[in-house]
């Protein structure tokens, strides 16, 4: 049957407080291991780092999700090679490129297709700023382009680079539900019109969490539509450290970011039975 695996993102288990105290990776694995969480998502770094995740969690029964971030269509050559050594659940590619013209956006798109064609492991395209899919409208025009295109979902970004008015048009959510139809996995933190990340904890977010959670559903709606009957739905909890996450005059997080990712993780998890229930 198909399954909700959620992940805990490495970068997000990165404290960066002012008292200079950063735990190791091996305490960082064995914290995401006791609380339960499916794998991990990490940058692929190098091939030690590789070797070292994957001693952890493959005997755990844990999986793994690796992001990468290729300029060019043959930066991916060298991470294919690397990943067919390790069982990675997917491969997670920001493309860091900018091109304004959309024929070169989809010259890349093509050539990065052919070649996840022969992958070791599915390959998905994040939505992300600062990168190929730093806008909606030019991503959607991707999407007329290639109406496969298989997307990882960050929305976050959307939200906060389109400022969606409030409340959000219904002109808008479609334009995100189109969006959400592509996605085969997703990165979790909920934004707000001006922030990439708040402190879903705090009252006063509560409308920005229930609009990612309305979102949310709609997308694990339509992966289980899409997808295979045994397959699995990843969902990555990624609360940035600073400057992601907002910090106060000390230089430090407003909020306390694991709990609120093992919180992130119940609100996905209580999605996806909502969901699977209908």
Known sequence: MQQLKVYQSLWAMERRHTDGVEPSLHEKLEKIYAAGYDGVSMTVANAEMAR???????????GME????????????PVFEMAAK???HHLDVQPDVRPRDLKEAVRLVDGWRRLAAQAPC???????RDR???????????????????LLGDISHFLVGREFA?????????????????????????ASREQVQIEISFPCHRPWVELFKDWWRYGFASWQRRAGPDDELVFVCELGPKPYAIIGRDGNDLSDRWEEALLLREIAKDLWIDVSAR
């Not at 070292?52 to 844990?62: H, I, Q």
């Not at 219904?170 to 979790?188: K, T, V, Y």
């Open 132 to 150: 190929l899919t730093t806008d909606l409208h030019f991503t959607l025009d991707l999407l007329e382009c290639f109406p496969d295109l298989k």
């Open 122 to 128: 599915p390959v998905y395209i994040e939505t992300h």
């Open 66 to 77: 690796w992001q990468c971030f290729p300029k060019t269509v043959d930066d991916l050559l």
């Open 166 to 190: 409030w409340p959000v048009s219904e002109e808008n959510h479609a334009l995100m539900r189109r969006i959400l139809d592509n996605c085969w996995a997703f990165h979790g933190r909920v």
């Open 86 to 88: 390790y069982p990675v």
């Open 52 to 62: 070292e995740v994957d001693a952890f969690l493959t005997p755990r029964g844990m």
